[in-house]
């Protein structure tokens, strides 16, 4: 293997990838660990994730933004597919997903 692109990353098709854009308030900065580097600039950071069975579905964000230190308990995410906790999930599909048939029950 060569590291090759199985698709290109330009055009009007569906894209392998996505961005994800993270803001907060002013005052939150006093409690997280600063994104800039030691020059002041902040860079991009990579996250990645094995596909999901289900298409469209992404893995759940805030336990990848407590890895960096960011503990939020209000979220809003727009253009949502799913319903997480304490997350205000605004999207057409956000119940489509929810269907006791996507999931597995658990018996005690």
């Known amino acids: ?21 993270i803001a907060s308030r002013p005052e939150a900065a006093f409690n997280h660990l600063p994104i800039t580097a ?7 950071r990579h996250i990645f994730s094995i ?21 939020p308990n209000q979220c809003l995410e727009l253009f949502a597919r799913s319903l997480q906790p304490n997350t205000v999930s605004v999207g057409f599909e956000t119940l489509l997903l929810q269907s006791s048939s996507c999931f597995v029950s658990i018996s005690d």
Request: glycine content about 8%.
């Open 51 to 71: 596909p999901m069975a289900v298409p469209s579905r992404k893995p759940p964000v805030v336990p990848i933004l407590n890895q960096y230190g960011f503990f």
């Open 1 to 21: 293997m060569e590291g090759e692109p199985v698709c290109p990353f330009n055009g009007d098709h569906k894209l392998p990838y996505e961005k994800l854009v």
């Open 38 to 44: 030691a020059d002041g600039k902040v860079y991009a």
